[in-house]
């Protein structure tokens, strides 16, 4: 991932990412969350571990470093997720792409809280153009969604995971800074994240039986190598090189090809919303991943 640019690594989370919005509904209605989200990251933190051991990166960490991966994992993979679940559950999943495009201001205000990081007038503009862009994009579905009876349930899942998932940023940040190895982090995280999953799913008495359909594999192949091996690697490692709150521009552009999906798929049919929302995010980001919008 190192050899990648910044744009390069961007590209890979908007793309792959993107998709995986769609990718989850194949799996809704055949597991619960829980057990969705704890197969996902339980096979790709195994996955990452594999490729740990075949390189000879060591994975021994003292007690502490594991509690501050835990941490990492339990909200970054964990409990974050099984909301983004439960809200796909309630409402379409456009309109949880939407409650994404708040990232970049969850989690530069959440930086400047923690770490200080200083936030200028600019990046702060940006982030609000491209959140009110988006929110025009899929204006529509808000629309449908609030005729909904599960409606309210559905945007209180979307608020709620992300803001766990910025928590899960700022946890990884500090890791990165207090020199946790990347690859290994990683893998650990993502095993805890699996674990919070799986026992809430235990808890609750829910049933880990794997479905035969092929769609359902698919989709958790697809969710646990590139949804997530993938493209948490590209984002954390963009994160480290230009911070938590820039990095969150990923969550404004991923509705966008989200949009896509929805034309190519789900046969959405776009109008002038749409195509001023666009223009909104796409100026957004402009001014946020200038250099001069988090100095």
């Known amino acids: 991932m190192q050899r990648l640019r910044n744009w390069q690594l961007l ?5 792959v990412w993107g998709t995986t919005w769609y990718a989850i509904t194949f799996q809704i209605g055949q597991t619960a969350p829980e057990v969705g989200v704890a197969l996902r990251f339980g096979l790709a ?3 990452v571990l594999a490729m740990c051991a075949w390189r000879a990166i060591p994975l021994r960490f003292t007690a502490r470093e594991h509690a501050l991966l835990g941490l990492q994992g339990a909200f970054l993979y964990g409990v974050s997720y099984v909301c983004v679940y439960h809200a796909e559950q309630h409402v379409v999943s456009g309109l949880v792409a939407v409650g994404y495009s708040a990232s970049p201001l969850i989690g530069g205000l959440g930086a400047r809280a923690l770490f200080g990081t200083r936030l200028s007038a600019r990046f702060i503009v940006g982030g609000l153009l491209g959140l009110a862009g988006v929110a025009l994009i899929f204006w529509p579905e808000f629309g449908k969604a609030a005729g909904r009876s599960g409606a309210a349930l559905g945007a209180l899942f979307t608020l709620a995971s992300v803001l766990l998932s910025s928590v899960g940023s700022l946890a990884a940040s500090r890791n990165r ?32 039986a794997l479905p035969a359909s092929s769609s359902w594999w698919a989709a958790l ?6 949804g997530s091996v993938l493209t948490f690697a590209c984002f954390l490692t963009l994160q480290q090189r230009i911070g ?13 090809l989200a949009l896509v999906i929805s034309m190519a798929f789900e046969r959405f049919r776009p109008d002038a919303l749409t195509f001023a929302g666009a223009a909104l995010a796409v100026l957004g980001n ?9 100095t």
């Open 11 to 15: 590209a890979i989370c908007v793309l």
């Open 244 to 256: 938590v709150g820039p990095t969150g521009t990923v969550g404004v552009m991923t509705p966008l």
């Open 221 to 226: 192949l697809y969710l646990s190598l590139a």
């Open 177 to 208: 800074e207090n020199a946790l190895p990347f690859w290994p982090a990683l893998g650990f995280g993502m095993l805890y994240g699996a674990a919070i999953s799986g026992g809430i799913a235990l808890m609750q008495g829910q049933s880990f």
């Open 286 to 294: 402009v001014l946020m991943l200038t250099r001069r919008a988090a």
């Open 45 to 47: 933190g195994a996955v």
